[in-house]
């Protein structure tokens, strides 16, 4: 079942985490896949839960869904960003994904009265998910999740030695990232514990081929050397790689740093990697235009942009290909409910997915205000059904809201309901409506222009299709529990909004659209999650082109 072709790069971490790990995968990765190799990658993680679905997106992050409906954190978001592919359940290894199956195979009798044990069982099932994961790559990528030394991750850094075994030491490249922090009191760069990080490593089994050691700021070359000597490497397999401004020139601070001859070398061609895309993605991005695009997100969880990862992400990138500056403004919608005035000036307005009572008031004031100023709104999940609750209340439904925020079908105000079959299962993990889903889109309307538009510029091609009697038909991921009660789709539409969008059955409703704004659209999806910094997703660029059509240069 072995891959023959595929060839591993194993990347850990020591020191600390939170210093690139995977963006520098990532990095190798797009290199890899500009010199014309299919790559994949995978995140194996230590933590217990299953999944990070009900991990809370403050401490964690945003949580990212694949197109087979899997939770997981925004590692894999970044891996689709660098490197176009659509990650899935293999592409997402937990410590307490692996304890689960094992548990329930020991239950079911598959162990044949063995005792079940970290090593042959855990580690070989682990090898297993490597393999499935790379089952169509030329190239696949293993990021281990923590630091080098954490109880947790031993078996993992235990599967990943022994993987050599199994594939061919040639056949693994194993890379580790450092850092080496400068004290300020004695004015050094302390390599001490990267040494020790790369002492714990080669207790584990694994000499790193490559080690790339992260600085603040660029570090003499004497530093890579002292490291190189202290842990048996060769120096030339020591590279520097300081912080810079954005993730997205990582990949041309790696090439900078020499790993290229180490990866020509791993893959056995000099192919020249063409990187002119991601040149010109960088140059447009870097650069300040005449025009600024202000953008509100009116969200609970303000001023981090971990939480709504996906969504800046692409809004950044819609911006940079707009030619426009992009300034985002956090706006607390829990504020909001108090006090509409933050929303002024705002050239566009965007409510983002989310959970919960607290601050939905205040994001269905936004949509409101959208509605009644004709400024442009974008709803994604959630932010359809605020959408729809503001347009029932300005359609005559004053009490319009959803059964999440108390809405009760006796009273006749549950715009927005509970999907069938999800009652019960409110606080339970893996059990929403989640990942792709089909939706067929309306004629004429705003929604299916945007995307019939960018298909045939064969700009946005994820699961779009155009039918032959010319509808048009999308995919998008989804993460959701609630749903547009259709039985109100006559006030919402009094309101100013209409259905653009429905699942093949015409059952949920997908896309809603005001046709009198400049550019209102909301969607029950996330399509935020297959935005890609090289091609945008549609209904953001368009987003963003209407927020600023209003602006002059
Ligand atoms: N809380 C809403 C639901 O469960 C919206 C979910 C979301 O925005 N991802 O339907």
């Known amino acids: 079942m072995t891959n023959k072709k595929c060839k591993y790069i194993f990347v850990t971490g020591g020191v600390l985490s939170g210093v690139g790990k995977g963006i520098t995968a990532a990095s190798i990765g797009t290199i890899l896949k500009a010199k014309g190799y299919k790559v994949t990658m995978q995140k194996c993680d230590p933590y217990l839960n299953v999944d990070a679905g009900l991990l809370n997106p403050v401490e964690h992050g945003e949580c990212y869904v ?6 997981t954190d925004l ?42 044990q970290l090593v042959p069982h855990f580690t070989g099932l682990v090898c297993e998910k490597i393999e499935k994961a790379s089952k169509d790559s030329d190239i696949h990528i293993v990021e281990i999740g923590g630091t080098i ?38 004015n050094e760069l302390k390599t001490k514990p990267a040494q020790n990080a790369l002492k714990d490593l080669r ?11 992260r600085t603040e700021n660029p570090a003499p070359r004497a530093i890579c050397e002292k490291i190189a000597a202290f842990s048996g490497i060769s120096s030339d397999a020591v590279v520097n790689l300081p912080d810079i401004q954005s993730v997205y020139d990582v990949p041309f601070n790696v090439l900078k740093s020499g790993v290229l001859a180490i990866l020509n070398d791993f893959v056995g061609s000099d192919k020249e990697p063409d990187m002119n895309r991601w040149k010109e993605f960088s140059r447009r991005r870097a650069k300040k235009y005449a025009r600024t695009v202000r953008i509100g997100l009116v969200a609970k969880y303000v001023g981090n942009d971990d939480t709504y990862m996906c969504v800046t992400e692409a809004l950044k990138a819609s911006a940079a290909w707009d030619k426009v500056n992009l300034d985002l403004k956090w706006i607390n919608a829990e504020e909001v409910e108090k006090n509409t005035s933050l929303l002024k000036g705002l050239d566009g307005i965007v409510v983002p997915g989310g959970f919960g009572s607290r601050g939905v008031e205040g994001k269905i004031k936004a949509a409101e205000y959208a509605l009644k100023h004709n400024v442009p709104y974008l709803g994604l999940c959630l932010g359809l059904q605020v959408a729809c609750i503001a347009a029932a209340r300005l359609g005559g439904l004053k009490d319009a809201n959803s059964e999440e925020f108390g809405a009760r079908e006796l009273d006749g105000n549950n715009v927005i309901y509970i999907m069938e079959g999800q009652k019960g299962k409110e606080s339970t993990g893996g059990t929403m409506r989640l990942g792709d889903y089909k939706a067929l889109l309306m004629p004429k309307t705003n929604v299916m222009k945007i995307y019939k538009k960018a298909f045939q510029a064969n700009e946005y091609i994820y699961g779009t299709t155009v039918l032959e009697n010319g509808k048009v038909e999308v995919i998008e991921r989804h993460r959701h529990r609630y749903e547009v009660n259709q039985k109100f789709l006559n006030v919402i539409r009094d309101g100013g909004v209409v259905v653009s969008g429905t699942s093949p059955d015409g059952k949920l409703v997908e896309f809603v659209e005001s046709p009198s704004n400049r550019f209102f659209v909301a969607t029950q999806a996330h399509p935020e999650f297959k935005s890609r910094p090289l091609n945008p997703h549609p209904l953001f660029r368009e987003f963003v082109k209407a927020a600023g059509s209003n602006k002059t240069a």
């Open 149 to 186: 030394g954490d109880y947790e991750g031993l078996p993992f850094v235990e599967a990943i030695r022994l993987f050599a075994n199994k594939v061919g030491r040639r056949n693994c490249l194993y890379v580790s990232v450092v850092y080496v922090p400068f004290i300020h009191t004695s």
């Open 66 to 71: 694949t197109h087979d409906g899997v939770e």
């Open 203 to 213: 207790g584990f089994g694994i000499i790193p081929d490559v080690v790339c050691v």
């Open 75 to 116: 590692d894999l978001g970044h891996y689709e960003r660098f490197l176009d592919f659509e990650t899935s359940k293999y592409s997402i290894t937990l410590s307490g994904s692996i304890y689960k199956e094992l548990i329930e195979r020991e239950r079911a009798g598959g162990f044949h009265g063995k005792t079940v």
